[in-house]
């Protein structure tokens, strides 16, 4: 699993038993020289399953610079009930149809069986996904006001969650008190100063990409950023 370097949209990529799944691509810069280098690297020639979140308009413009070189089997998108972020992106529409991608999407409540990776979507407007990865649970927090976060607390059962995964903004003390995650990834260049604080408390250990670059899990060393990954190699030369 990996949480790419980016700042403005969450990305994560998942390879499972030859099976590759992204989420979001970030704009046109991150896709071409972040997202792209890096699957090239690990010799990934096709996407199964891509999945937009929408999260704020205008960040997802890195899609049709992925399917000019990769291919990607299953393309879902997020249906909003509000319509704020419509689907109806020409240039990404565009690239699937060219693609031949299949097109899909999917609604509050509705769970992706992605090979061994469960999704289930909470909130297409935040959005709020949960993510169950080789037995690990996973939340995404979107840019929500703490005021708002509280009904969250009633709608979704986060006391599971093992990784909480969120862009840096300030997050309310009962849903911390709720979810108290293992660790705590924020896709962003800094994070609120209480929130970091409250994580602490709770001997939460915390990675943000602003600081530590992409962060990468695996079965065999659990946690890493890019940063040690590095170490590690030059040490070996």
Do not use: C
Not at 119 to 127: I, K, S, T
Not at 224 to 233: G, S, V, W
């Amino acid at each position: 699993v990996t949480v790419f370097d980016t700042t403005d949209e969450p990305v994560l990529s998942i390879q499972d038993q030859g099976k590759v799944t992204l989420l979001n691509s970030g704009d046109e810069n991150a896709a071409r020289f972040l997202i792209l280098p890096f699957l090239r690297q690990q010799g990934v020639n096709q996407i199964d399953w891509a999945i937009a979140t929408h999260s704020q308009k205008g960040l997802s413009h890195g899609w049709p610079a992925i399917l000019e070189r990769l291919t990607i089997k299953t393309f879902y998108d997020l249906a909003s009930e509000n319509q704020t972020y419509p689907t109806s992106d020409r240039s990404i529409i565009s690239a699937i149809q060219e693609s031949q991608t299949a097109y899909q999407t999917w609604s509050a409540s509705q769970i992706l069986d992605l090979g061994s990776t469960r999704v289930r979507l909470l909130d297409p407007e935040a959005p709020v996904l949960k993510f169950e990865i080789q037995g690990h649970n996973w939340l995404l927090m979107g840019n929500i006001r703490p005021s708002e976060q509280t009904r969250y607390l009633t709608e979704g059962n986060f006391s599971d969650t093992e990784v909480l995964w969120w862009q840096g903004n300030r997050l309310n003390v009962e849903l911390l008190n709720v979810i108290r995650p293992s660790v705590a990834i924020a896709s962003s260049n800094a994070i609120d100063p209480k929130t970091a604080e409250l994580l602490k408390e709770q001997n939460t250990q915390i990675f943000w990409t602003g600081r530590d670059g992409a962060i990468q899990w695996t079965p065999n060393n659990g946690f890493e950023t890019t940063l040690e990954a590095d170490k590690i190699d030059s040490s070996v030369l």
